[in-house]
T-cell receptor, first 119, second 115 residues
Framework: AQKVTQAQTEISVVEKEDVTLDCVYETRDTTYYLFWYKQPPSGELVFLIRRNSFDEQNEISGRYSWNFQKSTSSFNFTITASQVVDSAVYFCALSEARGGSGNTGKLIFGQGTTLQVKP | KAGVTQTPRYLIKTRGQQVTLSCSPISGHRSVSWYQQTPGQGLQFLFEYFSETQRNKGNFPGRFSGRQFSNSRSEMNVSTLELGDSALYLC??????????????FGPGTRLTVL
């Protein structure tokens, strides 16, 4: 069965600190997709990144970076020089690509990590 | 371009009643997915619709149902409400044929409280 584990329930840092959010996943599929979403207090989930199982290249987008390691089934997210506006709940999610065609929008979410960035 | 809209934003019902939630996807999007978010269970997939057809369904009882109209708007219905149905219900839409190839855009959700 597919599963996503975010072991860190809450993290609190001081502004400008770097912070890494951990995500470990389980799947039997060889083709799958991994996602990170941000949920601010307003409740709306904001898409951050999608990575497919064949692309292990790390990615950097501004202060955000992602480290995907198939060997350890992990897809960790790092925020560099955190800011108060980064305070939110962050979700890691997994989706199978049914039959390899990717025609399913079903996401399996982790429990989320609440990040509090203090000024 | 307007985002995903969900109505109503807040709803209070009593046990045993039924409720209908509405989701209007981004213009041009034909795929709509629904999720339930609770403190205990987290975010759980309810259903996915594409071109008026249910393409995928999560592990929820038959009290939870949904549909999609020809204009891609979607509704979900919960009958015989239980206290445990209190949750934030999120709708997401995506372009193309939907699925994981296309980014899912989420709406602000409907907060349902069952008393």
């Amino acid at each position: 069965a597919q599963k996503v584990t975010q072991a860190q329930t809450e993290i609190s840092v001081v502004e400008k600190e770097d912070v890494t959010l951990d995500c470990v996943y389980e799947t039997r599929d060889t083709t799958y997709y991994l996602f990170w979403y941000k949920q601010p207090p307003s409740g709306e989930l904001v898409f951050l990144i999608r990575r497919n199982s064949f692309d292990e290249q790390n990615e950097i987008s501004g202060r955000y970076s992602w480290n995907f390691q198939k060997s350890t089934s992990s897809f960790n997210f790092t925020i560099t020089a955190s800011q108060v506006v980064d305070s939110a709940v962050y979700f890691c999610a997994l989706s199978e690509a049914r039959g390899g065609s990717g025609n399913t929008g079903k996401l399996i979410f982790g429990q989320g990590t609440t990040l509090q960035v203090k000024p | 371009k307007a985002g995903v809209t969900q109505t109503p934003r807040y709803l209070i019902k009593t046990r045993g009643q039924q409720v209908t939630l509405s989701c209007s996807p981004i213009s041009g999007h034909r795929s709509v997915s629904w999720y339930q978010q609770t403190p205990g269970q987290g975010l759980q997939f309810l259903f996915e619709y594409f071109s008026e057809t249910q393409r995928n369904k999560g592990n929820f009882p038959g009290r939870f149902s949904g549909r999609q109209f020809s204009n891609s708007r979607s509704e979900m219905n919960v009958s015989t409400l239980e206290l445990g149905d209190s949750a934030l219900y999120l709708c997401a839409s995506s372009s193309g044929t939907g699925g994981v190839y296309n980014e899912q855009f989420f709406g602000p959700g409907t907060r349902l409280t069952v008393l």
